[in-house]
């Protein structure tokens, strides 16, 4: 009797497990209470904090678990954009300019001595400088924590700024008019849009090293790698064009959209994976804010919330074993039949590029699961059917000279 107890504790405990890391390998809506807009997510430490239209900011000390309302002497609430800079974290409200707490919330104070403009969008910060990006009245510049602002506006032809961000000694503003640069503080700003003339609305920006990364609102993600001299569209995969907002860490990429869920790239967007397992049908309508921080991706969504997924899980290709395989080969996905999800495993041989694709009984693309240079190992990678109709669908590994396909049923 006591061996059958200990058994079945054990078993309790196991499956407790599994369904713990089962849930965390997708997407899983926290538990903000908040059913608006999140504009915008930041971190300081251990705790995230989330900037909402009309609740003010919330803040979370463990992942995303519990959450409380952080609005002492926030007297607008409606806030589209925080920063972090030091200990101190600023929310830049619509209408209300910029306040500051150095106490993680517990309190804030309106500092807005010579902010004109007072609908602040976005922040970035580099060491002692903050620059508040606003609608209507361009960019302004802190040296002292946002006591104080000065206009940084000349050159700046176009002063309804969404987006900021710093790549060494070079500030960017994405604006209603395309993208600007300036390279002394804001002192005197160039548009720098070669080959981004097929868009002017610049929701969001990120940088990677040399690379910088700008969002646009109908034309996908437009890649410069010299400083914004020259851009180049970097949409292969990225079904929804709307990239509304951007993160990224190392040469990993997300690109959150309206209307398509979250993308993500390996390759400085030269191709695109959608990621979206875990929201089903039910995917947001808008991803307003992504953030990367202690070991998850959290995304504030469109009048559903925050989620987060582990970041490690996330990135995609999960590696199963390093040990060199004898040969390639992809395995029969499982579970099959699926509704919506599955998974693939496969074998890499040797050092060299694989291409998995995903395609319908017309032999149409639908989805490309992996298409990176991979290292000897056995891999597992998911798939999410939830966009597609009930039927059979064929996946295909092309590595080197080998190639295989088989088959997968959707059951819904």
């Known amino acids: 009797m006591k061996k059958l107890i200990y058994f079945l504790a054990a078993f309790i405990i196991l499956n407790t497990s599994f369904f713990s890391t089962k849930t965390q390998a997708q997407w899983v809506q926290t538990n903000l209470s908040y059913s608006g807009v999140v504009y915008s997510l930041a971190a300081v430490g251990t705790n995230i904090f989330a900037a909402t239209h009309g609740g003010g900011v919330y803040l979370s000390s463990n992942n995303g ?3 409380i309302v952080v609005n002492n002497g926030l007297t607008n609430q409606d ?19 910029v306040f500051l707490s150095t106490n993680n919330g517990g309190n804030w104070t309106e500092v807005n001595n010579g902010l004109t403009s007072q609908y602040v969008t976005s922040f970035a910060v580099s060491g002692a400088n903050i620059f508040a990006g606003t609608l209507g009245g361009g960019v302004f510049l802190s040296t002292n924590n946002g006591t104080s602002w000065t206009a940084v506006i000349n050159g700046l032809t176009n002063t309804n700024v969404r987006a900021l961000a710093i790549s060494g000694t070079n500030i960017f503003a994405g ?5 600007f640069l300036s390279a002394n503080n804001g002192t005197i700003w160039a ?4 080959g981004l003339l097929t868009t002017q609305y610049i929701y969001s920006l990120a940088v ?11 034309n996908g993600v437009f890649l410069s790698s010299n400083n914004g001299a020259n851009w180049t569209a970097v949409n292969n995969g990225l079904t929804n064009l709307n990239a509304w907002s951007l993160a990224v860490s190392g040469t990993n990429i997300f690109a959150g959209t309206y209307g398509g869920g979250i ?14 397992q875990g929201f089903g049908t039910n995917i947001p309508t808008a991803f307003m804010s992504l953030l990367i921080t202690n070991g998850y991706i959290y995304a504030g969504t469109m009048n559903q919330s925050v989620w987060r997924r582990l ?15 004898s040969a390639y080969s992809i395995s029969q996905n499982y579970p099959n039949p699926f509704n919506p999800t599955t998974n693939i495993k496969f074998n890499v041989a040797k050092k060299g590029d694989v291409k998995i694709i995903v395609f319908d009984m017309m032999g149409r693309e639908i989805e490309t699961l992996v298409n990176d240079k991979l290292q000897p190992g056995t891999y597992e990678t998911p798939f999410d059917g939830s966009m597609l109709n009930s039927g059979v669908y064929f996946y295909k590994i092309t590595a080197g000279n080998f190639s295989e396909t088989k088959k997968m049923t959707l059951i819904k």
């Open 263 to 276: 993308f993500f790239s390996t390759n400085s967007g030269t191709n695109w994976l959608r990621k979206n």
């Open 191 to 194: 548009a720098v849009n070669n």
């Open 65 to 67: 678990n519990n959450w």
């Open 79 to 97: 806030v589209p954009s925080l920063a972090v800079s030091g200990a101190n974290i600023l929310a830049g409200t619509a209408g209300g300019g």
């Open 311 to 325: 970041y490690s899980e996330a990135i995609g290709i999960q590696i199963i074993s390093t040990e060199t395989p």
């Open 175 to 179: 604006t209603d008019g395309g993208v």
């Open 208 to 218: 990677s090293g040399n690379n910088i990364f700008a969002g646009t609102n109908g």
